[in-house]
């Protein structure tokens, strides 16, 4: 690896407070009363004890001889040749070197839609609550003409996710239904959690139930730098997931044969506001020998250039490859 990729200025982690509590932040119920937390759910649970408990008087608190978890650290670096002009932001984030590397800080913690970078999410969830099932993964194909071609047909789970089609992720979704879909955004910590769109009618850009959803330019967000902690949530070493949905789910994401030197996994995706791209991303993680990094590039609307999840994804394979070094 270059030593160019471990200099940089370090920066606190608490700029804003957004280090302060991760995950779910804003997410809203579906009345759209915004949902108690942390110190909120402590003070109704104080305020609910018998009078008499309140009244015993208190033991001094036990004092814990675990050390506090340091928190990682951000390192700048100026990744601005590979992105030639775009506006966008890069985060590789090593969890064993407890470091984020990152370019344009700001842009990494904005939150935007996931697009399809969410099939991501809706494997995962599916595969591991039998609404995929591994030995039959065929969904059938409504018959209707959509503009990419490839979806005109039936399609297993396999061809779907490489081809991200939409119309078959949009099944998959209403199979998995909003409450567990919730639940289990919720326990990722999945940027603003925010589903409350299901229907995908903020989207302005179709008005096809079959290719709109809460993730596609809707009301789910995250950051890129979100994006990264998802990843190690998922095929981290504390990873709650099982073996099978995981190799179900790296084989689906091969992106760079693990026969190179660095393997790498990933899925792209890509949303319009207004008829222009506003989001392109290619999201995943990176392994090399005993060693795995997480990584994320967006990019966001650049005027009188062209932006797709195809050049995010060129983008990031060469910043992988060069920080591999």
Not at 12 to 41: H, N, P, T, W, Y
Not at 187 to 212: P, V
């Amino acid at each position: 690896m270059s030593s160019k990729m471990f200099q940089g200025k370090a920066v606190s982690l608490f700029m804003a407070g957004i280090f302060v509590l991760g995950g779910c932040s804003g997410r809203v119920d579906r009345g759209g009363q915004e949902s108690l937390v942390g110190l909120e759910k402590i003070a109704i649970q104080e305020n609910q004890k018998a009078p008499e408990a309140s009244q015993q008087p208190k033991k001094p608190a036990a004092q814990s001889k675990e050390p506090a978890q340091q928190a990682p650290e951000i390192i700048e670096e100026d990744w601005s040749a590979y992105f030639d002009g775009l506006n966008g932001t890069a985060v590789i984030y090593d969890p064993s070197a407890m470091q984020y590397t990152v370019y344009q800080e700001e842009l990494a913690m904005m939150q935007s839609s996931p697009c399809s970078t969410f099939k991501i999410i809706s494997s995962l969830i599916a595969l591991e609550n039998g609404v995929i099932d591994p030995e039959d993964t065929m969904r059938t194909w409504s018959g209707e003409t959509f503009w990419n071609e490839k979806w005109n047909r039936d399609l297993d789970f396999s061809e779907a996710f490489r081809e991200s089609c939409v119309w078959y992720f949009r099944q998959v979704a209403d199979e998995i239904g909003e409450e567990r879909m919730q639940e289990e955004l919720d326990r990722l910590q999945y940027g603003n959690c925010d589903i409350s769109d299901w229907e995908g009618r903020l989207n302005t850009n179709n008005g096809n139930r079959a290719l709109t959803g809460f993730w596609l330019e809707s009301s789910l967000k995250i950051s890129p730098k979100e994006q990264t902690e998802v990843m190690e949530r998922i095929f981290g070493e504390n990873s709650v997931y099982s073996v099978e949905t995981l190799d179900i789910l790296k084989q689906v994401m091969l992106v760079q044969d693990p026969d190179s030197e660095t393997a790498v996994y990933g899925k792209t995706g890509m949303g319009k506001a207004e008829g222009i791209v506003a989001d392109a991303w290619f999201t995943g993680f990176a392994e090399k020998e005993d060693k795995t990094i997480y990584y994320c590039v967006h990019l966001g609307r650049t005027d009188e250039r062209e932006v797709s999840s195809a050049l995010a994804r060129e983008i990031a394979l060469r910043i992988l490859a060069d920080y591999s070094r």
